[in-house]
């Protein structure tokens, strides 16, 4: 069975940082692209970072260069690094990973962590 286990939320002051990590457990798979979303309350989830198998990424134009995703494929463990943290970042941030099991045919689905809360003071 595969799970996502999430990690390192917290409550940091304004321009502080945070780590946050994503485990996937179980077998038999592939993992695509992984990623990071984020929900605030009363708004829509959003995207805030994804990485494909290569390394390739792509962030929402609010966070760029301040968060840094990454991912250990031998762990299966994806990353987000958050600096400069404001109080607009404050949301429930959710991973995300697209994998496929490796019988022949299976299609790629997406699996989510059950989330962390990250919250900026000013």
């Known amino acids: 069975q595969v799970q996502l286990v999430e990690s390192g939320g917290g409550l940091v002051q304004a321009g502080g940082s945070l780590t946050l990590s994503c485990a996937v457990s179980g077998s038999g798979f592939i993992i695509n692209a992984m990623g990071w979303y984020r929900q605030a309350p009363g708004k829509q989830r959003e995207l805030v970072a994804r990485i494909d198998r290569s390394g390739s990424t792509n962030y929402v134009e609010s966070v760029k260069g301040r968060f840094t995703i990454s991912r250990d494929n031998a762990k299966n463990t994806v990353y987000l690094q958050m600096n400069s943290l404001k109080p607009e970042d404050t949301a429930v941030y959710y991973c995300?990973?697209?994998?496929?099991?490796?019988?022949?045919?299976?299609?790629?689905?997406?699996?989510w962590g059950q989330g962390t809360q990250v919250t900026v003071s000013s």
């Open positions: 995300n990973a697209n994998l496929r099991r490796l019988q022949w045919g299976s299609p790629a689905v997406d699996y």
